[in-house]
C-alpha cells in the first residue's frame, strides 16, 4: 500500500515536471515567435501634449494619451479613390497639424534611407494629392506653413507649392554615384546616422541643403542572386579606410530671390558636415564641421543672406568626438543659449552656453555618464536626461533645472528606465524591464503620478515561469591588469555544482557599446536560455571599450581597436574557465558584426583557452571598412600601421587551432562579404579547415522568411558538436587571482506567444 502510494506520488511528480518544464526550440525562438514580447512603438504626439496618434490598419487614429481612448480617426486610407495611392507606410504631420504628409510603397534602399509616393491630406479641405505623380521621391517634408513641400528626386532637390501645384528644381546636377543635392551619402547615412540632408529655415522662407560631390569615390559591387540567368549587380560609392570622402559643401536657397548662396565652411582641410540646424535666430544657420580625425568640432554660424560664417564655438579632445553628442545641441527660443552635450570632464554631461559661445553653467555633473538627452521644456526651465548613474548596468530618468541648481530622479524601479515625453512635458511614457523580465510600459504625469498602464507583458511572464528560466545572474571580477570588469552568468537547467559544463560566451564589445545591462535582452535570451537547458554556462562580459563607465575606460581602445579588447575577453574566459562547475577545455565565443570581429580575435589570439567561436559578418582587417566610423577610431592605415597590422584576425590565420564557423550575408553594404573571403582566403593559405555558411542577398542582418532559424540552427549545432564532446586538445590554464562577485538579479520573468505590437 505504501509502495503503491509512493510509486503513484512519484508518478506524478515525474508527470508535473514534465509538463511544468517544457525545452524551449529554436522554432519557438525564429519561426513561431512564441516568446516575442508585447511593444508600444514611438509616440506620435500632438502639439497639445494631450493626445497621440497611431497608423492601424490604414486608419491614423487619435487617443487620449491619459486615458488610451480613441477619440478621432484623423485620415482612413478606404476612403482615398486614387489607383496610385497603395496604403500608408508612413505619415508625419504639419508644425500646425493641418496636413498630414503620408507615404505610401516605401522602398528601403540602406539602413534609413528610403523612397515612396508621397501624398498630402489636407484635413479640413479633405483634399488628398500627390506630391510628385510620377515616381517615387525621398523625403518630401513640409516647410513650417505647410504650404510647401521640399523632396528629393534624382538627387537633386525640389520643392512644390501646394497653392499653385508648380514644382520648383532647385539643383540640376544630381547623377546617381557622382552627386548628391538634399540628401547624404552611404557612409554618412550609416555613420553619422543621417539619411535627410535638407531643412526649412523657422520662417520658411530659406531651405538649406547638403551636396555630396563622390565622383572621387571609389565604388564598391554586390552581387544578387534571384533566379535570373545571371546575377544582379549593386554598384554604390563606399568610402575605405584612407581614400577619398565625398566632398560636401552647404547651400542656402532663398525662395523670395530664387537666390541660391554656399556657405563659407572653411574648407582648409578635409572634413566632415555630420549636421545643420537653423538656430531660430534671424536667417542664421549652425553648420556642424568635424575634422577627418573627429577630434574637432566647431559649430558655424552662417547668415543665409551671404553665406559667410562665423565661428560660435569649438571643442577637440585627444581621441575623438562621437557623432552622438551633434543630436544632443539644442538651440533655445530665448534665442540667447544652447545646449550642449560633451566629455570634456571625462564623462558624458550636459553644458549650457550663452550664443557667444561661453560655458554658463554645467547642468550635470559627476562620475557618471548621461546616456540620452531627452530635450528641454523650456516654459518650465527643465532638462530631462537619462544616466547610469547607479550602476553602468542600469538607467534611471533625470529633470534638472536649466540653472543647474536642482536635478531630480524621476524613477525608482531598479533595472533599465526609459522615457518617452509628449510634446508639453506633461506626460512621459516609463518602459522598465531587467534583464530576466520584458518591459511594461507606464504612463505617468508631470509630477510622477502613474496614469495607466499600456502593457505590462504578464502573459509572457507569467508563461516564463512553465519553462523554468533560470535567471541571469550579474558578476564582476578583477583581471591581471587589475581592471574591474562586468558580466552575467545563466546557469544550466537542474544545475549541478559537482559537474563540468561547457561554456558559451556571447559578446559585441565595440566602442561604446554595452551587453552586460539590466535590460530585457529580446530573442537571444531566449537562445541562451535553451542552451543553459541542454548544458551550457551561458556569459557575457563587457570589456574595456564598452560604455557607461567614464571616458578612460571607453577610449583606452584607440588607436588599437580589438587589442585590450581581446586581452580582457581572454581574461574572462580564463576566469570563467576557473570555476568549480566549468570545464576550462571546452569555451566558446560568439559575436555578430564587431562581436564577430572579436569572437574571431579571440579565437586566434587566445587558442589556449578558446575551443570554438562563431563569428557572424565580422570585420576581418579594418582596412576594408569605411572611413567615417574606422578612422575615428584608428585614424588611417598609413597613419597608424601597427595598430591595423596587430588586430586585424586576417594576419592571425595561422594561429587557428580550435574551430572556427564564418557566416556572412552576401548582400551586406555594411561589413562587405569581401571581409569573410579574404579571411577564408587567409585560412586556405595557412591550410587551417574552418566551417562557413554564407547567406545570398541577406544584407548585414541575415533575416527574411527562415533565414534566422536556418542561421540558428547552424550554430547550435556547431556548438553541440564543437563544445559538448570530450575536448579537442589539450591545455592547462593558469588560474588567476580574481574575485567574483554573483548578485543574483531577480526572479526569473515569464513568456509570451505570438509576435504582437500592443495598442496604446
Not at 512644390?160 to 554615384?177: E, F, H, P, V
Not at 536635478?407 to 533595472?415: F, P, V
Request: contains cysteine; aromatic residues 14%.
Amino acid at each position: 500500500m505504501n509502495r503503491l502510494f509512493i510509486a503513484g506520488i512519484s508518478f506524478l511528480c515525474l508527470c508535473q515536471i514534465s509538463i511544468a518544464q517544457p525545452d524551449i526550440s529554436l522554432e519557438d525562438i525564429w519561426q513561431n515567435y512564441s516568446f516575442m514580447a508585447n511593444s508600444v512603438p514611438g509616440f506620435n504626439f500632438m502639439n497639445d501634449g494631450k493626445h497621440y496618434t497611431r497608423l492601424e490598419r490604414g486608419r491614423i487614429n487619435q487617443y487620449d494619451f491619459t486615458t488610451g481612448k480613441l477619440t478621432a480617426t484623423l485620415f482612413n486610407a478606404s476612403e482615398v479613390e486614387s489607383a496610385a495611392f497603395q496604403g500608408v507606410s508612413d505619415y508625419a504631420f504639419s508644425a500646425d497639424e493641418s496636413k498630414i504628409m503620408i507615404s505610401s510603397q516605401s522602398e528601403r534602399i540602406y539602413r534609413r534611407s528610403s523612397k515612396a509616393k508621397f501624398f498630402v491630406y489636407d484635413r479640413k479641405a479633405k483634399t488628398f494629392d500627390a506630391v510628385y505623380p510620377e515616381d517615387k521621391i525621398r523625403y518630401a517634408t513640409f516647410n513650417p506653413a505647410a504650404d510647401k513641400v521640399a523632396f528629393v528626386y534624382g538627387n537633386n532637390l525640389h520643392y512644390k507649392d501646394l497653392a499653385t501645384g508648380k514644382i520648383t528644381q532647385l539643383t540640376d546636377d544630381g547623377a546617381k554615384n557622382a552627386i548628391i543635392n538634399g540628401a547624404t551619402d552611404w557612409v554618412y547615412e550609416e555613420e553619422f546616422a543621417i539619411a535627410v540632408g535638407f531643412k526649412w529655415s523657422p520662417d520658411g522662407k530659406h531651405l538649406a541643403f547638403m551636396r555630396f560631390d563622390e565622383s572621387g569615390v571609389k565604388e564598391f559591387t554586390m552581387t544578387h542572386y534571384r533566379n535570373g540567368a545571371y546575377p544582379e549587380y549593386e554598384t554604390f560609392k563606399y568610402p575605405k579606410v584612407g581614400e577619398d570622402n565625398a566632398k560636401v559643401s552647404v547651400h542656402i536657397h532663398d525662395l523670395s530671390s530664387g537666390k541660391t548662396v554656399k556657405a563659407d565652411t572653411r574648407v582648409d582641410s578635409e572634413h566632415y558636415i555630420p549636421r545643420i540646424r537653423w538656430t531660430g535666430q534671424q536667417d542664421q544657420l549652425c553648420v556642424i564641421r568635424m575634422n577627418r580625425h573627429q577630434s574637432k568640432v566647431e559649430l558655424l554660424l552662417a547668415d543665409a543672406a551671404t553665406g559667410k560664417t562665423k565661428t560660435l564655438f569649438e571643442e577637440t579632445n585627444k581621441y575623438y568626438i562621437e557623432e552622438s553628442v551633434l543630436d544632443d545641441l539644442h538651440f533655445l527660443k530665448d534665442k540667447q543659449h544652447f545646449v550642449w552635450a560633451s566629455e570634456m570632464d571625462g564623462y558624458h554631461h550636459i553644458y549650457l552656453y550663452d550664443m557667444n559661445g561661453k560655458m554658463v553653467k554645467q547642468l550635470t555633473k559627476g562620475k557618471w555618464d548621461v546616456t540620452d538627452f531627452h530635450g528641454v521644456d523650456e516654459k518650465n526651465g527643465k532638462v530631462f536626461y537619462q544616466a547610469a548613474k547607479e550602476a553602468p548596468m542600469r538607467r534611471h530618468e533625470y529633470v534638472v533645472d536649466l540653472d543647474g541648481k536642482k536635478d531630480e530622479q524621476l524613477t525608482t524601479a531598479e533595472g533599465w528606465n526609459a522615457a518617452q515625453y509628449s510634446s508639453t512635458f506633461d506626460y512621459y511614457v516609463l518602459t522598465h524591464s531587467t534583464i530576466n523580465s520584458p518591459g511594461s510600459y507606464v504612463v505617468y504625469d508631470r509630477s510622477g503620478k502613474q496614469v495607466r498602464t499600456i502593457e505590462d507583458n504578464s502573459y509572457l511572464k507569467s508563461r516564463m515561469k512553465s519553462y523554468d528560466i533560470q535567471p541571469a545572474e550579474f558578476f564582476s571580477f578583477t583581471t591581471k591588469d587589475k581592471v574591474d570588469l562586468n558580466g552575467y552568468m545563466i546557469k544550466p537547467r537542474d544545475f549541478d555544482p559537482s559537474k563540468k559544463y561547457p561554456v558559451f560566451m556571447y559578446l559585441y564589445g565595440g566602442p561604446g557599446s554595452q551587453q552586460v545591462v539590466d535590460n530585457w535582452r529580446g530573442q537571444n535570451y531566449w537562445w541562451f536560455q535553451m542552451l543553459a537547458q541542454q548544458g551550457y554556462v551561458v556569459a557575457c562580459v563587457d570589456n574595456r571599450g564598452t560604455g557607461a563607465r567614464g571616458e578612460a575606460f571607453k577610449k583606452i581602445t584607440y588607436m588599437q581597436l580589438g587589442h585590450y579588447e581581446t586581452i580582457d575577453q581572454i581574461e574572462a574566459a580564463k576566469y570563467l574557465g576557473s570555476l568549480d562547475y566549468t570545464d576550462p577545455a571546452r569555451i566558446g565565443i560568439f559575436g555578430w558584426s564587431y562581436g564577430g570581429y572579436m569572437s574571431s580575435l579571440c579565437l586566434l589570439k587566445g587558442n589556449d583557452v578558446f575551443k570554438a567561436a562563431i563569428a557572424v559578418a565580422p570585420v576581418t582587417n579594418w582596412k576594408w571598412y569605411d572611413t567615417i566610423y574606422t578612422e575615428r577610431y584608428m585614424r588611417t592605415e598609413k597613419e597608424n600601421p601597427e595598430g591595423y597590422a596587430n588586430n586585424s584576425p586576417v594576419n592571425f590565420a595561422d594561429q587557428l587551432k580550435g574551430n572556427y564557423l564564418l557566416v556572412h550575408g552576401m548582400g551586406d553594404d555594411n561589413v562587405h562579404f569581401q571581409q569573410t573571403a579574404e579571411m577564408a582566403n587567409a585560412l586556405i593559405m595557412a591550410n587551417k579547415q574552418y566551417d562557413t555558411y554564407f547567406y545570398p542577398n541577406r544584407n548585414h542582418g541575415i533575416y527574411g522568411g527562415l533565414t534566422r532559424l536556418h542561421l540558428y540552427q547552424k550554430m547550435s549545432n556547431f556548438l553541440d558538436e564543437k563544445l559538448k564532446g570530450p575536448s579537442g586538445f589539450e591545455r592547462s590554464p593558469k588560474s588567476m587571482k580574481q574575485t567574483i562577485k554573483l548578485v543574483p538579479t531577480e526572479e526569473a520573468p515569464k513568456k509570451k506567444k505570438k509576435k504582437k505590437v500592443i495598442k496604446p
